[in-house]
Each structure stands twice: as C-alpha cells, then as structure tokens.
C-alpha cells in the first residue's frame, strides 16, 4: 500500500511555540496539510480516459508516506478529516509567515493563483527573461505532469537563482527536504535559470518581538538545504512515475 516512506529528519516531537504569532503548535494536534483540503482544483496532465489528472506537490509527498492517502486526496476527497479550528488558524499562522517572508525578499513580482494554469508559467517566464526583475512570488512549473509553485526564487546573477520554501515552523522536517526537492526537479528542467542555492526558511524560536517593530532578518531563519538534496532529487523521477500510475487509476491501490 505504501510505495515509500518519507525520510524523517527529527524523530523526537515536542511542543513548540511560536512567540511572534502566539500560537502553540502540539503534536496531538497537528494533521497533514494535504488532508484537510478539498476544495484544490482537480488535476489535469496524465490522461485517463476523458478525464486528465497532475501531480501536486501535495499529492507527491502524500505518495511518498503512503500511495492510498495519495489516492484518496484525489478520487475519495469525502473522506478527508474536517477542519478543526486550530488547524484554521495554523493555516493563518502560514499565511502570514508566507507575507514576512516576502517583506524580507521584497520588490519582487507575485504570479497570480487566480488564472489558468498555462497563464501562470508564461507570467513565470517573463518574469525570468526580465533582467530588472530580481525576485519572484509563487512561481509556476511544470514537468512531466507535475506542477509546483515555488514560494520565493531571488535572482542572484543574471540566470543564477536562489529558491527558498517557507514554512511556518521552528524547525525543519524531512517533508520540508522532499517538498524543496520536488521544486527543484522540476525547475530544472525551466530554460532561463539555474538553482545555484537552495534553502528552508522557518521561524526562529529565539526570537522576541518587542512590541515595536519586527525585525525580520532575526524573525526568519534560513537553513542552506543545497548540499543536502542532490541525493533526494536523484530518485524523483522514478517515484513521480510510480505515483502517477497510481492515481490515474481508478481502483484504489491495495
């Protein structure tokens, strides 16, 4: 049932809390993003029959734990767990790390979500080919029938690009690893830029806001994931396969 399990960097849980935003994230509490969500649009690259499906980066790394629950997101959403309110309010709690982090790496050009998906990756690569623009948010790629938008990508010289991921965390996860990695497997195969560096960034649990003014050079962490995922992006394409075989089936996998 499970084609792989996902690499864990950190085995031990233990609460954490994040001061700035003042929200305790526990362990018991906590339920994968990809679960709760049903309201993604469906998928629409590897064909089956009349209907088409792609691979999100949430179905990747559900597929990565466990190819039912991949199976399930896409063809038995029904069965997704509801939203609890604390689970609503971690995903503000994302959304507005996601907006720090943008003030940090501002003056960049956002690719919007509200427009057809081939729309999107043009905007992408205008935005690339543009030499005055240094920094982008939630750029689109596609490859092989996998789409991924990248959080932020800085421009450090000329086609020489800098990809950083998000995450609303105090410390990095293996899942944080296998996201990043997917990103920069299918960028690589883009025209207009190289992924010279490539990092996390998260929140810094030592960090004290002091009522005045956020200092997000201290509020943000950034964690060099570069030398750390040549060895995971090495075994994407045989696994994006695999996956996908599996969800355009229409038979649950057993």
């Known amino acids: 049932r499970c084609l792989r399990q996902a690499p864990r960097l950190h085995q031990h849980r233990r609460t954490s809390q994040v001061r700035f935003l003042g929200i305790t994230e526990r362990p018991e509490c906590r339920q994968e993003y990809g679960e709760l969500h049903r309201s993604r649009p469906k998928p629409a690259q590897v064909r089956l029959g009349r209907l088409a499906f792609h691979l999100s980066k949430r179905r990747y790394l559900a597929g990565r734990q466990c190819a039912l629950r991949m199976w399930r997101q896409q063809h038995r959403p029904e069965l997704a767990a509801p939203i609890s309110g604390f689970q609503r309010a971690l995903f503000s709690n994302g959304k507005e790390v996601a907006e720090r982090a943008r003030e940090r790496f501002a003056g960049g050009t956002l690719i919007p979500r509200d427009q057809h998906w081939s729309e999107s990756v043009e905007a992408t690569h205008e935005a690339l080919r543009d030499p ?68 996390i960034v998260t929140l810094n649990r030592d960090y004290v806001f002091d009522g005045k003014t956020l200092e997000l050079d201290h509020l943000l ?3 060099d994931a570069t030398e750390s995922l040549p060895e995971r992006i090495e075994t994407i394409s045989q696994l994006t396969r695999e996956l996908i075989t599996v969800i355009e089936n229409p038979e649950a996998p057993v």
Not at 134 to 142: M, R
Not at 158 to 168: C, M, Y
């Open 221 to 223: 962490r950034l964690h």
């Open 132 to 199: 005055t623009c240094s920094v982008i948010y939630q750029g689109a790629f596609e490859r092989d029938g996998v789409r991924v938008r990248a959080e932020i990508l800085e421009r450090i010289e000329a086609e020489r690009w800098h990809i950083l991921e998000v995450k609303s965390t105090v410390r990095t996860r293996g899942s944080h690893y296998d996201d990043l990695a997917l990103q920069c497997w299918v960028i690589d195969a883009s025209e207009h830029l190289v992924l010279e560096r490539m990092s």
